[in-house]
């Protein structure tokens, strides 16, 4: 399981780590009943502060997603797919959003945003990894 976090994007670690675990299991990288990697391990994969890792697993808790396992660790839930699925889309969508009003703010029009988002999108399809065609660790 590959994560990784960006401490310069503006979003909190603990939120990444949350989107991350989340399009992992959207995408079935990460099962209901699939033991994730305790918060130790993350952390240290990570370079995080494991209360970091731990604020994201609670979180993660909270919204029915993962649930612990006593004395095993934390384990996907049964219906977390579905669940994930819908939260990713509105994810990138509220993303999207703020992207797109930064650029009609800047004086971009529709067509030009368009044409930009293409152009990126093609460059993009073929060289970012998603959470399913990860290199293994």
């Not at 992992?24 to 994969?45: F, H, K, N, Y």
């Not at 959003?97 to 399809?125: C, F, N, P, Q, W």
Request: hydrophobic letters at 40%; aromatic letters at 4%; glycine letters at 8%.
């Amino acid at each position: 399981m590959f994560f990784t976090v960006d401490p310069s994007s503006g979003v909190a670690i603990y939120l990444q780590i949350v989107r991350q675990i989340k399009f992992a299991i959207a995408e079935q990288t990460l099962r209901p009943g699939q033991l994730l990697p305790s918060v130790r391990v993350l952390s240290q994969q990570l370079t995080v502060n494991p209360n970091t890792v731990s604020r994201a697993f609670g979180e993660l808790q909270s919204e029915g997603i993962i649930e612990p396992l006593r004395g095993r660790g934390v384990i996907v839930c049964n219906g977390a797919v579905d669940q994930c699925r819908k939260q990713r889309k509105t994810i990138i969508a509220d993303r999207i959003v703020g992207v797109l009003t930064e650029a009609l703010h800047g004086g971009l029009s529709a067509d030009e945003i368009r044409a930009i988002v293409d152009k990126k999108l093609v460059t993009l399809e073929r060289t970012v990894n998603t959470v399913s065609n990860e290199a293994p660790d």
